[in-house]
T-cell receptor, first 116, second 115 residues
Framework: AQTVTQSQPEMSVQEAETVTLSCTYD???????LFWYKQPPSRQMILVIR????KQQNATENRFSVNFQKAAKSFSLKISDSQLGDAAMYFC?????????????WGAGTKLIIKP | DTGVSQDPRHKITKRGQNVTFRCDPI?????LYWYRQTLGQGPEFLTY????????KSRLLSDRFSAERPKGSFSTLEIQRTEQGDSAMYLC?????????????FGEGSRLTVL
């Protein structure tokens, strides 16, 4: 069975600096999707960025980028120029392309604190 | 389109009572998911609907939990004979048929406290 591990329960970063959140996963499959979702306090979870496993190029979305290392089964999220609004729980998630129910496997999350 | 809405946002109940949560997904989203989330944890899958059909249900889900999605629109999640261990945030998410990677759109959740 696939698993997703986020080894950092909490991270903190100074406003305007860069922070990297770690995620590792375990799977025997070669074709899958990886996601980072953000859950701000008392607000709904939203998708930050996604990566298709067959794409070698790392995904980027404005200040958010990933470092996808398929062989190492690592999928870290880099947030550049951190802003106060980035404070949230960040969840890494995995989905097999073979799963017709589009089921996600979730990590336990990393709480990101932004210091002003 | 106002996004996924859930009702009620908060529910406090006594042990043994029944509770029902409602989720209105984004219109035309054919996939609908219910998750449970406890503090400091990731979402735990409960059940999944494609249109009105309930296609998957967590093996961890006791038979006190039931969900419906009549006509493939809104969904309800009922918990019968609530227990203190049921206290959690119940999240609903929907996903459009057109999304090949299955982006989930979440509601703000319904927080249940069982006394």
């Amino acid at each position: 069975a696939q698993t997703v591990t986020q080894s950092q329960p909490e991270m903190s970063v100074q406003e305007a600096e860069t922070v990297t959140l770690s995620c590792t996963y375990d799977t025997s499959e070669s074709d899958y999707y990886l996601f980072w979702y953000k859950q701000p306090p008392s607000r709904q979870m939203i998708l930050v960025i996604r990566q298709e496993a067959y794409k070698q190029q790392n995904a980027t979305e404005n200040r958010f980028s990933v470092n996808f290392q398929k062989a190492a089964k690592s999928f870290s999220l880099k947030i550049s120029d951190s802003q106060l609004g980035d404070a949230a729980m960040y969840f890494c998630a995995y989905r097999s392309r073979m799963d017709s129910n589009y089921q996600l496997i979730w990590g336990a999350g990393t709480k990101l604190i932004i210091k002003p | 389109d106002t996004g996924v809405s859930q009702d009620p946002r908060h529910k406090i109940t006594k042990r043994g009572q029944n509770v029902t949560f409602r989720c209105d997904p984004i219109s035309e989203h054919n996939r609908l998911y219910w998750y449970r989330q406890t503090l400091g944890q990731g979402p735990e899958f409960l059940t999944y609907f494609q249109n009105e059909a309930q296609l998957e249900k967590s093996r961890l889900l006791s038979d006190r939990f039931s969900a419906e999605r009549p006509k493939g629109s809104f969904s309800t999640l009922e918990i019968q004979r609530t227990e203190q261990g049921d206290s959690a945030m119940y999240l609903c998410a929907s996903s459009p048929r057109t999304s090949s990677y299955g982006e989930l759109f979440f509601g703000e959740g319904s927080r249940l406290t069982v006394l």
